[in-house]
């Protein structure tokens, strides 16, 4: 008999991928895959231009160029109050993707449990696989998805190693408040467990609430891993740039994974970002420019037969239809993009029983013309 060649037979090509390239093929609006369908700042540009032309185009060093590492120290003790050591744990990488991943390969044994907390980015739970360890998951609750802490300490036992959070979170656009962080921070307090935090949306948070980050909370922090993304930021998530912070024994361990991954990041890209992220203002107003175009974006389609869920933030808005059809959410997606020509996300990409629900996700970080266009057809439907 033939040995399997698959070390994961229950996944195939992820959503994004899909959505986007059915998109392409079928000629639709995406407002599939969360990615700006906007410029970057031009100032930006010019900067990775000026380092590749002054002769920045080898292997930067594989924890990332030292005056972005310090920045990155800054930034996040101007935000969270909490002190990185640039030389010993920070870690820039070529997106948050893979720090991800290192993370969890470097911190979790194989037969290790790892609590998610469903629905979530569809990374995670491959990732914890190919670890070999087990993927242990909590329904958040619909339609609000709140998260019942009590339920989530009954998870935990001798073998749980890990929790990983999000937030703002993907796809639901929910948030986590300072009282799920105080919750999280008692509910670790006297285990071994460590936090994966993923906070790719740190900036876009709305209605005037504050992001609360794991670095914010010193006895949390002590044992969490947190996954940062410029990509997101900076509107340029095709230059893949995210990094991760962690307590220098976790992050040594993250690194010997790491340097076997992909071993460093863009070197032009990070000289352009440390030059960058003196001009905060880029990133403490994006919550403002996202707030806008999620309030646009549900104005416009507050006459249609979706139903909107609360968009706390990310930029992604999440709807349900019982008012269109009962068919499932991947069924529809597909649907809509063939004969609507838009492409959205099936929330149920984010479970892994993929059944049973009918929750679609719409990426509202795109230019307002394309926001018209898919509101314009989302209101035919
Ligand atoms: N994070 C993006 C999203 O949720 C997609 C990233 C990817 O395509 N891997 O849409």
């Excluded at 929790?163 to 071994?192: K, Y």
């Excluded at 002590?222 to 509107?235: C, D, L, N, P, Q």
């Excluded at 069924?331 to 809509?336: F, G, M, Q, S, V």
Aim: net charge neutral; glycine share 6%.
């Amino acid at each position: 008999m033939r040995k399997s060649l698959s070390k994961l037979p229950l996944v195939g090509t992820n959503i994004f991928t899909k959505m986007s390239g059915l998109a392409a093929e079928v000629g639709a609006i995406n407002i599939a895959q969360g990615f700006p369908d906007f410029a970057c700042n031009p100032e930006l540009i010019a900067l990775v231009d000026q380092a590749m032309k002054g002769g920045f185009n080898q292997y930067a060093p594989m924890p990332g160029l030292l005056k972005l590492r310090e920045g990155i120290a800054e930034k996040t003790f101007e935000l969270y109050r909490r002190e990185y050591d640039p030389g010993t744990e920070i870690t820039v990488m070529p997106g948050a993707t893979a720090g991800i991943y290192s993370a969890i390969q470097a911190l979790v044994q194989p037969g290790e449990e790892v609590i998610v907390l469903e629905p979530c980015y569809d990374s995670y739970i491959p990732s914890i696989i190919l670890a070999g360890a087990v993927p242990v998951r909590y329904k958040m609750k619909f339609p609000g998805y709140a998260i019942d802490w009590e339920e989530v300490r009954r998870l935990i036992n001798s073998r749980t190693r890990m929790m990983v959070i999000n937030t703002p979170h993907n796809p639901t656009g929910n948030i986590l408040t300072r009282e799920d962080m105080l919750a999280l921070q008692s509910l670790v307090r006297d285990t071994d467990l460590l936090v994966l935090s993923d906070e790719v949306y740190e900036h876009i948070v709305f209605d005037g609430e504050k992001h609360w980050s794991v670095s914010a909370f010193p006895e949390l922090a002590e044992r969490s891993i947190m996954v940062a993304s410029f990509g997101k930021t900076y509107h340029a998530t095709g230059w893949r740039v995210g990094y991760v912070l962690a307590p220098a024994e976790m992050t040594a361990e993250i690194r010997k994974v790491y340097q076997f991954i992909a071993f460093s990041a863009s070197t032009p890209v990070q000289h352009a970002l440390a030059a960058f992220l003196n001009k905060k203002e880029a990133y403490l107003q994006l919550n403002l420019f996202f707030e806008k175009k999620r309030d646009r974006f549900r104005e416009m389609i507050s006459g249609s037969r979706f139903s909107l869920l609360p968009s706390r933030g990310s930029y992604f808005q999440c709807a349900t239809y019982e008012r269109i059809t009962d068919e499932g959410d991947a069924e529809l997606a597909i649907r809509l993009t063939h004969e609507y020509k838009v492409a959205t996300i099936p929330v149920s990409a984010f479970y892994q029983d993929h059944t049973d629900h009918r929750v679609l996700r719409f990426c509202f970080g795109k230019k307002d013309e394309t926001l018209e266009k898919a509101a314009e057809i989302l209101c035919k439907i």
